[in-house]
C-alpha cells in the first residue's frame, strides 16, 4: 500500500524559504503525479503545485505562483516542494497527495495523502 510522509515544516521569517519532502513508501513514484497542497483551519485545502509522472509541471494558480518548485528524486522515493519569499498568510499545514500518471485539478482527484507539516511563517 503506497504511503506519503511529509517533513521539513517548521518555523520560517518572512522573505525565507523553506524545502518541504515527501517520502513514499510501499510503491515508486516515478509512475505517479505528486502534488502539494495546504489548509488552514477554517478553510478549503488549497492547491499549491503538481508534478506529473513525467516531470510535467502544473501550478494550480493560487497565491503562491511563481514562488515555488517541485522537484523529485526517484533514487530516494521523495518528492520536494521548494518555497521562496514566503508571506505570513503561506502558514498552513501543507500535505504531498499522490495518483497515477497525470495531475488532477482537484482534491478529489489525489486518492492518496500524507498526515501533512505545519509550517509557520511568522517574524
Known amino acids: 500500500q503506497l504511503r506519503l510522509v511529509e517533513s521539513g515544516g517548521g518555523l520560517v521569517q518572512p522573505g525565507g524559504s523553506l524545502t518541504l519532502s515527501c517520502t513514499a513508501s510501499?510503491?515508486?513514484?516515478?509512475?505517479?503525479?505528486i502534488a502539494w497542497f495546504r489548509q488552514v483551519p477554517g478553510k478549503e485545502r488549497e492547491g499549491v503545485s503538481c508534478l506529473s509522472y513525467k516531470d510535467g509541471f502544473t501550478d494550480f494558480g493560487g497565491s503562491m505562483q511563481g514562488r515555488v518548485a517541485v522537484s523529485r528524486d526517484n533514487a530516494k522515493n521523495t518528492v520536494f516542494l521548494q518555497m521562496n519569499n514566503l508571506k505570513l498568510e503561506d502558514t498552513a499545514t501543507y500535505y504531498c497527495?499522490?495518483?497515477?500518471?497525470?495531475?488532477?485539478?482537484?482534491?478529489?482527484?489525489?486518492?492518496?495523502w500524507g498526515q501533512g507539516t505545519q509550517v509557520t511563517v511568522s517574524s
Open positions: 497527495a499522490t495518483r497515477e500518471g497525470w495531475c488532477a485539478r482537484t482534491v478529489q482527484g489525489f486518492p492518496t
Open positions: 510501499g510503491a515508486t513514484l516515478d509512475s505517479y503525479a
